[in-house]
């Protein structure tokens, strides 16, 4: 009797599963605009504007100066033509012959022309200076933000929020290559306008109201649809957050070979199409509002202007001004429409920019309170102890603590193997021994020295680490091994390194050795296997020669003969320093002058490996398990 494969019993398989719904609660998780009124909208605007001029004049004084001088030539210029304009048609429209006219007219023309060609060429300078501040203050903020992202402490990527609002920080540099402009345009707007403002104010008492009234429905209108637009994007964050994740690992070579070979391709597709369809749902979703936004305030402008061009006409028809000034009245109309029109289109498009750069700023804030704040004091330069103290560490949003009150003390020239089933607290123990987490209570010391109250830098320049998850850097193969931080003016040390995992053969036979750089996606880039990068990677940690060597998993990929190399120099040069070797190939932990073995964060057994192996504890239960395969 054959039994049926129920696998190919069913001729209709589910479908896939959609993306996950993303979302988070706490303090981000709420649009800080929600509540927000227009009037405290539009009182955001000259706060934006002194941060952008303060930004700018940190990168670039002169071309802020040339800047802010355009803009006040250009509003000279504005009032020049306006104010000579006016005088043109005094003459134009007067009475006697025409070439009597032209001729009374004509150094008034020449005064508009000459404004208006000096007018043009105070925008182009402007354009100059814009030029020369933006790409600066962008890198500048791109910077920031790299650095800011690259110093917190390490616990701060398990806040709640911190991923999505790191995401809304990146839109925020993107965003500023648009500051400078639109700031620049909002000020010349407003200058022109102010000008304009005066002129028309001097003819009738009245235009300047209704022209107030006609334009101020449109920058209305332009606000509540920003308003609208960073809504939308704000419920999008979490989602664009994760589908950047996704589209990096899905079209990341280094993980081609997994994607085929199991045949995601099909999901993956499907899954990058319905996330980005989510996203676009909302997107569209909002088209209805700004519709109804700006086909009411468009309507209720169009109104206000009818308004404004039929007091004109009753004005001139009436006699209440002279037709010279009605006809001056109609070019300071146009002018300071215009004006107003750019002052509320570009006033929109600064605030549009403010939310986005109070992400960024908001996010550089918090980067700030997460950075490490441990005191002054230094660990010295050779360490011979380090001690923990009752350590406890919980993960933020976990129940349990991941190292629950463990004791332990290294010495120098002591090889201390750390094992353990998954989860049992390994790696963590390993980030508490170098600082990068310090403990929820207890204390870790060197040489006497609390790492919560020492130099960061100060210890991490002590220590070396081959983590579990390992680097492979797109750099030349010479600073995957000084990692940018090379000790001598000459290759020796490297050398040392590259022979001491033996892979002096591999990397001579690279096309330009040294120099050659370890990426197969960069023009003239070459990829090594898995078993030569973690051999590259333990190279990085004899390079350093600190008085602290961890090695979590160091040979994991390698072959037999690597990874005999590799313990072979562990031992070589353990004499100088303390070294921790976090494995689960049990039969490694031989060459341990101690062996700590962890269980749900704490310290079950200690001893050397014949006398955990007589113990009849986990360690000879994990030992027999191995074994029994």
Not at 62 to 84: M, P
Not at 389 to 398: I, S, T
Request: glycine share 8%.
């Amino acid at each position: 009797m054959t039994v049926p494969d129920t696998a190919t019993q069913s001729s209709d398989p589910p479908p896939p599963p959609p993306p996950a719904t993303i979302g988070y609660a706490g303090k981000f998780g709420k649009n800080p605009l929600e509540e927000a009124s227009f009037r405290a909208m539009c009182r955001r605007l000259p706060a934006v504007l002194g941060h952008t001029v303060r930004m700018a004049w940190a990168v670039d004084r002169r071309a802020v100066l040339l800047l802010l001088g355009c803009q006040l030539l250009t509003g000279v210029c504005a009032a020049v033509v306006l104010g000579f304009t006016a005088r043109a048609m005094t003459h134009l429209l007067g009475t006697g012959a025409v070439p009597e006219r032209l001729h009374a007219a004509l150094p008034d023309l020449v005064a508009v022309t000459a404004a208006a060609a000096a007018g043009r060429v105070g925008g182009a300078l402007a354009s100059y200076a814009d030029g020369r501040i933006t790409p600066r203050l962008t890198t500048r903020a791109d910077v920031a933000l790299v650095s800011a992202v690259c110093r917190v402490e390490a616990s701060a990527y398990a806040v709640d929020g911190f991923a999505d609002r790191q995401e809304a920080a990146e839109v925020g540099v993107t965003r500023t290559t648009y500051m400078v402009r639109d700031a620049q345009r909002f000020l010349s707007s407003l200058i022109r306008m102010t000008a304009a403002a005066g002129v028309i104010g001097a003819l009738h008492w009245l235009m300047l109201p209704l022209l107030l009234l006609a334009v101020l429905p449109a920058g209305l209108g332009a606000v509540l649809s920003a308003r609208v637009d960073y809504a939308t994007h704000y419920a999008n964050v979490a989602d664009r957050n994760v589908r950047g994740m996704m589209r990096f690992w899905a079209t990341y070579p280094r993980h081609g070979d997994e994607i085929r070979a199991n045949g995601m391709t099909g999901y993956l597709v499907y899954w990058y199409r319905a996330l980005s369809e989510r996203i676009d749902r909302r997107t569209l979703a909002a088209a209805p509002r700004m519709l109804r936004i700006v086909l009411a305030t468009s309507a209720l402008g169009g109104v206000f202007l009818l308004v404004t061009w039929t007091a004109l006409a009753w004005l001139a028809g009436t006699g209440r001004v002279a037709l010279p000034v009605a006809a001056t009245a109609v070019v300071a109309v146009q002018t300071t429409l215009a004006a107003l029109s750019a002052l509320v289109q570009h006033g929109a498009a600064l605030f549009h920019t403010s939310l986005y750069l109070a992400d960024m700023r908001s996010f550089l804030d918090l980067a700030a309170e997460r950075a490490p704040r441990r005191g002054e004091l230094t660990v010295p330069e050779e360490v011979d102890e380090i001690r923990l103290d009752e350590v406890v560490y919980q993960y933020p949003g976990k129940d349990e603590p991941a190292v629950a009150g463990v004791s332990l003390t290294l010495r120098r020239g002591e090889i201390l193997a750390v094992v353990g089933e998954n989860g049992s607290g390994k790696s963590t123990l390993t980030k508490l021994l170098t600082g990068i987490l310090l403990p929820d209570k207890g204390r870790v010391l060197w040489d006497g020295t609390d790492l919560a109250r020492a130099r960061p830098d100060s210890v991490w320049d002590r220590t070396a680490l081959v983590p579990q998850n390992f680097a492979c850097w797109p750099l030349r193969a010479r600073e995957n091994v000084t990692l940018g931080q090379p000790r001598t003016h000459d290759d020796a040390p490297v050398w040392e390194a590259v022979d001491a995992v033996g892979m002096r053969d591999t990397v001579e036979r690279l096309p330009q050795g040294l120099d050659t750089l370890l990426a197969r996606e960069l023009f003239g880039g070459v990829e090594l296997s898995g078993g030569q990068w973690q051999r590259l990677v333990c190279a990085r940690a004899l390079y350093r020669r600190t008085p602290l060597l961890i090695l979590d998993e160091p040979t994991s990929q390698m072959d037999p003969r690597g990874e005999h190399r590799i313990f072979l120099e562990i031992k070589r040069v353990a004499a100088r320093r303390m070294t921790v070797v976090v494995t689960h190939q049990l039969e490694n932990t031989r060459l341990a002058d101690r062996i700590v073995v962890l269980r749900e964060g704490r310290v079950v057994e200690e001893g050397t490996y014949d006398d955990l192996l007589h113990a009849d504890g986990l360690f000879a239960e994990l030992v027999a398990l191995a074994k029994d395969r």
